[in-house]
Nanobody
Framework: DVQLQASGGGSVQPGGSLRLSCTVS????????IGWFRQAPGKERQGVSC????????YYVPAVKGRFTISRNNAKNTVYLQMSNLKPEDTAVYYC???????????????????????WGQGTEVTVSS
């Protein structure tokens, strides 16, 4: 019954921008922290950004800090990842994940998502090349 649908990927030149969306259905959206992860061919899946259910606490992997922005619209059951100044090394399939989190819990770590995420989206491909 639960679905996480990632969308918004595409092909852009270095320096370009994309906005990814993760739309969630079938669960109580406010009860879950949402994380964005990416996986390049031949590489392990790694964390990019995550957000607590309140949307007020966020984290970014150093490689994207200052270029990516995560946001959340609970009314639309959607989490966004605005990606700017994209670099070739950002090329990957991007996945969103949901992890049940009490409102007063600390922001989950990437490892917490990777080991215990309740749901994963199907992924959306981002390619950055000249």
């Amino acid at each position: 019954d639960v679905q996480l649908q990632a969308s918004g990927g595409g092909s852009v030149q270095p320096g370009g921008s994309l906005r990814l969306s993760c739309t969630v259905s079938g669960l109580t959206f406010d009860d879950y922290a949402i994380g964005w992860f990416r996986q390049a061919p031949g590489k392990e899946r790694q964390g990019v950004s995550c957000m607590r259910s309140s949307g007020e606490v966020t984290y970014y992997v150093p490689a994207v800090k200052g270029r990516f922005t995560i946001s959340r619209n609970n009314a639309k059951n959607t989490v966004y990842l605005q990606m700017s100044n994209l670099k070739p090394e950002d090329t990957a399939v991007y996945y969103c994940a949901a992890l049940f989190t009490h409102e007063d819990d600390l922001l989950p770590t990437f490892d917490s998502f990777l080991t215990s995420a309740d749901y994963w989206g199907q992924g959306t491909e981002v390619t950055v090349s000249s």
